[in-house]
Every structure is written in structure tokens, then in C-alpha cells.
């Protein structure tokens, strides 16, 4: 049945953009018209776990990379209570835009096609694009909206940061994993999985709460205050919540939204940039030093510097585009980044931010 839609509707579906600009394509994955954010991913490898990123919610995805679908997508195994191949337990992009895909696929791990999988999770898709010079033209005009429409099937435009994405991607409840001897609080802003293996295989156990959950009253040695999609000021409970912890001196770490989330605790402002970071090839540098490492990045939103309070300070830079990639506390046990230290995919350069973290946990305890 999917094989014979991909078939017979492979020239109904297009993308058009708020501005007026339309693109035709050919259609695979599910038969149906989406709305959201039109942004672009530069990396080579990883479409599984880039499309089951909960960071992704409400756009619509654009891969640079030529060819995908050649190596189909693994089997959704269940370990530690989390799916082991991906980053949550479904695609969370809206759409996909690629340029050439593969139905013919050869992988050890794989069990179903790009295009079953995408089926699968109502997810339509569209290939037969340029997506080089797509996205290029995002680059010039900034992230529009989009939708992808399918057989005429027209819809409205829909404008993801006027929503609170991160109520729809976060746990519903508290969930606990592992039973190590340190219990870090993860706030669940749409947590990628590979956070919580980073922190159960160095020796900790994990309380993971919803984005809203006031957690003040919890008995936990660390917080760590997860990615997520959107923008971050629609977080306003989380928002209240971290800002009174840092009273404590418990130790405290945010990554991407958390990065933003902490800033915005501190009194700092965000802003959005003009297409994001999207890729895993993002260079940054560590603050006062010539350390640069190699990240993989998700997000739209960015911290204003300038809004810093006296008692924080830049923690990693970006070497692209000067922008913020991180901030620190300059006495209390407080970090975040705004890059992916858990990877996945991506490069795993800094994956010793866990190690950072755990090691202020030990020395709170």
C-alpha cells in the first residue's frame, strides 16, 4: 500500500512559502498537507535521529544533503525504558523536503524504508527538490513559514512560535530511570534520549518531570534542564521555577532551550535568529581560551549577551556568527550551552560537559 502510493502520487505535492514562492516536487511518506517553520540541516548522516528530535516540532525540514533513505531506518528497540536508535518515540518534524530518496535500502540495523516510517507517523514528504538552493534562499529571506501541500489539499500557514511547542513534546508525568548513586532532576522540555543515557552511564539516576512540574519540593543533588523546541518564553512556569533554584547551590546545567531557559531565569534576554543552527558541524569556542570544538546544533533562539547580568558570563562562542553558545554562573555551580554535548548524531567533542557536570554534583554531595 505505501510502496503503491509513492507509485502513483509521486507529482502531487508542493511547497509554498508565505512570500509567495512555490516549489514543486514529488510526494512520498503519508498523503497529506502540513503547515509549520521551513528550516534547512546541513548534516550528512543521522535523518533518523534528526526527525525523531523533539526540537523539530512544528517545522518543516529541509536536508542539504543529496541522497536519503539509502540506508532505511533501525529497528525501534526499547532499552532503559527509552527507544535505542532514536531521540523520542516518533518523528516529530512536521514535514521533510529532500532532494533524492531512496526506497532501496541496505543497513545492518535497519528494519522498514524512510518512506514506511514516515507513513507510519503521518508525516508526509517531498523529493525532486534542489534542496542546496532551497537553502540558500532560506539563508537570504530568514526561516518562513511554509506548508507542504499535497494534491491540492490546501491549508493554512502556521506560525510555531506563536506556540507553546515544548507542552507538546514534554512528559505528562514524573518517570524515573536507573538507580545510581546521584539523582539528577531533568526538566522535560522535549528531552532527546541521548541525554538521559549520557547521564545514567556515569553512575546517576534520573527524575525526569514535565516542563511545568514545580519540582521545588523534590529531594535531587542536580538539575539538568533539557533542549526543546520554540520559543522559550512561552516556558514561563520553568522560567520561575529554575530562577528559584539557583538560590540553592545545587548544581545546575541546561542544554539548547536550557541554555536559553537559564538565561531567561537570570534576567537576560533571547531573540530569534534569522535561520537558526541547524547542522553538526557548528564550530565554537570556549571563553578565554583557543579551544574550539566541533558541535551539533538545533535551535532558532539564541541569547542576547548584552543582557547578561554582572554575576554571569559567556561560556562558549560561536565561530560562524559570533553568537552565544553557552553562559556560566561565576560562582555558583550553574552552566548551560546551547549546543548538543549528548550528540546524536553528531560529533561527541563535547560530551565532557556530562562529565563537568557530574563532577559539581560529587561536590555537592
Not at 17 to 32: K, L, R
Not at 50 to 65: A, E, F, N, R
Not at 79 to 86: A, G, R, W
Not at 142 to 150: D, P, R, S
Request: hydrophobic share 35%.
Amino acid at each position: 500500500m505505501i510502496n503503491k502510493l509513492l507509485q502513483e502520487d509521486n507529482k502531487k505535492m508542493k511547497l509554498l512559502f508565505e512570500d509567495g514562492t512555490a516549489i514543486s516536487g514529488s510526494f512520498f511518506g503519508y498523503p497529506g498537507s502540513v503547515a509549520g517553520e521551513v528550516v534547512f540541516n546541513t548534516a550528512m548522516t543521522g535523518y533518523p535521529e534528526s526527525l525523531s528530535d523533539p526540537s523539530y516540532k512544528g517545522q518543516i525540514l529541509v536536508l542539504t544533503y543529496p541522497l536519503i533513505g539509502n540506508y532505511g531506518v533501525p529497528e525501534e528497540l526499547i532499552k532503559d525504558k527509552l527507544t535505542k536508535y532514536f531521540e523520542s518515540s516518533r518523528v516529530q518534524v512536521s514535514g521533510l523536503v529532500v532532494a533524492s530518496y531512496s526506497e532501496e535500502y541496505n543497513h545492518w540495523n535497519a528494519t522498514k524504508s524512510l518512506n514506511h516510517w514516515l507513513y507510519e507517523n503521518k508525516v508526509p514528504g517531498m523529493f525532486g527538490v534542489d534542496t542546496r538552493a532551497l537553502t540558500k534562499f532560506i539563508r537570504e529571506k530568514g526561516a518562513l513559514k511554509g506548508k507542504l501541500v499535497y494534491d491540492s489539499q490546501d491549508i493554512e500557514f502556521f506560525d510555531p512560535d506563536k506556540e507553546n511547542l515544548v507542552d507538546l513534546v514534554s512528559c505528562e508525568e514524573k518517570l524515573a530511570y536507573g538507580n545510581g548513586k546521584y539523582k539528577i532532576l531533568l526538566i522535560d522540555c522535549g528531552v532527546k534520549n541521548n541525554i538521559i543515557r549520557h547521564v545514567l552511564k556515569r553512575g546517576s539516576q534520573v527524575l525526569r518531570v514535565p516542563w511545568n512540574y514545580n519540582f521545588l519540593d523534590e529531594q535531587y543533588d542536580g538539575i539538568l534542564i533539557s533542549n526543546g523546541p520554540g520559543n522559550p518564553v512561552h516556558c514561563e512556569k520553568t522560567i520561575e521555577y529554575i530562577s528559584t533554584a539557583m538560590k540553592t547551590e545545587k548544581p545546575i546545567f541546561g542544554i539548547c532551550l536550557g541554555n536559553q531557559l537559564m538565561a531567561l531565569a537570570s534576567g537576560a534576554k533571547t531573540y530569534k535568529l534569522k535561520y537558526g543552527h541547524r547542522s553538526h558541524n557548528q564550530p565554537v569556542l570556549l571563553a578565554k581560551t583557543n579551544k574550539a570544538y566541533i558541535t551539533s546544533q538545533n535551535h532558532g533562539y539564541a541569547i542576547d549577551q548584552k543582557t547578561l547580568d554582572k554575576d554571569w558570563e559567556p561560556l562558549f562562542v560561536n565561530l560562524n556568527d559570533g553568537t552565544n553558545e553557552g553562559i556560566r554562573h561565576r560562582s555558583m555551580p550553574f552552566f548551560s550551552v546551547q549546543f548538543h554535548p549528548e550528540a546524536s548524531s553528531g560529533p561527541t567533542d563535547t560530551e565532557f560537559l556530562f562529565d563537568d557536570f557530574i563532577d559539581l554534583v560529587k561536590k555537592y554531595k
